[in-house]
């Protein structure tokens, strides 16, 4: 049996950071990656971009395989781990074999939820692994009227995709309407009034009924009587943590992810977990939360790998989600917490936009329509917990300069 010093699960941006980390600290540990991909580390954020066609395949690849040689680090790729025993300090692959660890990283993503029939899987499409892009990517020319199923930031990227590919697309949600938690009213309609100039057809506060095939193609029938005839359903559901092998491995997990505490140490002796997979206490939203946000995986890699090693200190980063999506820029800052109270501000003539979350007088995050200029101030805000109660009328306006808050 093979042990490690440091063995990580998950081969992404968190396990790979976290693996040279290490090694940059420690030159004599043994470390291994297990990862049930079967590429080197590749850039989640580019995959639209290669989708696109704004960059090459070879463009999305952040590693060679020989990287991984030269600083010693096993890199195990194509093995999946289905079992975690953190009494006796091994995992187990899917194929039987059995590994030993002193410290161990979950770095293990997420996947997109389930979603469709199965007899109905050649419509469907996810994208959260190159295999998924690869497979939207060879048949992107033929799709001319696609479905896209779910509210949030990956339909966004589906819909820019398939509208620079010609095709005229039906977004599905349901909620009243899109990004349903982080915007209001005034903001979804900027952004429903762009997907109309796009030529999307959007129907809210609905969801797919059933499904059958219809000369070639899916036919839809939805809850709101809606019949949507398509030839591609793409799906922007979101994501549920990629768990499972840890059920019975006495790892506490959360409600979403892996829980961890501020130094991203699980309640087992050892093990800690980093990036989309733990169920982290953010200090700064005060709350245990998941993120799926490629900095954020960056930066718990390095930190975790950090506190492994032995040098204990919190994690601490305000998240930020950028994207640039049919001509508009949108960014979810911080903390967007449904439950927390808002204050917006819309200049619905230059398509603008903020919507600012607030606990107890302080910021916690903010949602930002073309108003990205504003993003480095609110999140020195965020950090700094400066009490906005006296600016609270005035930040309604968006004439009204936040840079004026300090
Ligand atoms: C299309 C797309 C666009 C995105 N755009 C942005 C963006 O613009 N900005 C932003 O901040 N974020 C973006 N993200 C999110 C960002 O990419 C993720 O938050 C980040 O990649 C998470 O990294 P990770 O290392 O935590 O997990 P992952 O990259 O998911 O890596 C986890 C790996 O572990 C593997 N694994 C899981 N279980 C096992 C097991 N049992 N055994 C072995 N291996 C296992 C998984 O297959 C996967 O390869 C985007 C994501 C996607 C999919």
Redesign the pocket.
């Known amino acids: 049996m093979t042990k490690y010093d440091y063995l990580i699960?998950?081969?992404?941006?968190?396990?790979v950071t976290a693996a040279e980390t290490i090694r940059e600290h420690d030159t004599n540990a043994a470390i291994g990656i297990?990862?049930?991909?079967p590429h080197v580390l590749y850039?989640?954020?580019l995959?639209?971009h290669y989708l696109k066609k704004r960059i090459r395949r070879e463009q999305l690849f952040l590693r060679k395989a020989d990287d991984f040689v030269k600083k010693r680090i096993d890199l195990l790729l194509g093995?999946?781990?289905?079992f975690v025993d953190s009494g006796r300090k091994e995992v187990m692959f899917s194929g039987g074999s059995v590994s030993g660890y002193e410290k161990l990283l979950i770095?293990?993503?997420?996947?997109v939820k389930p979603w469709g029939k199965e007899e109905d899987r050649g419509f469907i499409y996810r994208?959260?692994?190159l295999d998924d892009a690869d497979r939207l990517q060879s048949v992107l020319t033929d799709i001319k009227s696609p479905l896209v199923i779910g509210g949030s930031?990956?339909s966004l990227?589906f819909l820019e995709i398939f509208v620079l590919n010609g095709a005229a697309p039906t977004l599905l949600f349901r909620d009243a309407h899109f990004f349903g938690k982080l915007l209001d009213g005034d903001g979804a309609e900027i952004l429903h009034d762009n997907f109309a100039r796009h030529g999307i057809i959007v129907r809210a506060e609905d969801a797919v009924a059933d499904a059958e095939r219809d000369d070639g193609k899916l036919k839809i029938s939805t809850k709101a009587l809606h019949e949507i005839k398509c030839d591609a359903v793409a799906v922007g559901i979101g994501l549920e943590r990629?768990m499972e092998?840890l059920k019975e491995s006495g790892i506490a997990l959360g409600e979403k992810g892996v829980r961890t505490d501020e130094f991203l140490a699980t309640d087992q002796e050892g093990v800690f977990a980093?990036?989309?997979?733990a169920e982290f206490y953010d200090l700064i939203a005060d709350r245990h939360r998941v993120?799926?946000?490629?900095?954020?995986?960056f930066l718990?890699?390095k930190r975790a790998a950090l506190n492994m090693l032995g040098q204990k200190e919190p994690f601490r980063n305000i998240s930020?989600?950028?994207?640039t999506s049919l001509g508009f820029q949108i960014t979810a800052l911080g903390d967007c917490d449904g439950g927390l109270e808002t204050i917006a501000r819309v200049d619905a003539a230059r398509n603008q936009y903020e919507r600012l979350f607030i606990k107890e007088g302080a910021l916690k995050g903010a949602v930002l329509i073309n108003r990205f200029q504003d993003k480095p101030h609110l999140a020195r805000l965020i950090e700094g917990r400066i009490s906005i109660e006296p600016h609270r009328e005035a930040l309604h306006d968006m004439a009204f300069d936040i840079h004026t808050i300090s």
């Open positions: 699960i998950g081969g992404g941006i968190a396990g297990i990862s049930d991909e850039s989640r954020v995959l639209p093995e999946s781990v289905s770095a293990s993503g997420g996947r994208l959260q692994t930031f990956i990227e990629n092998f980093a990036g989309d997979a993120l799926g946000n490629w900095t954020s995986a718990q890699g930020t989600y950028s994207i």
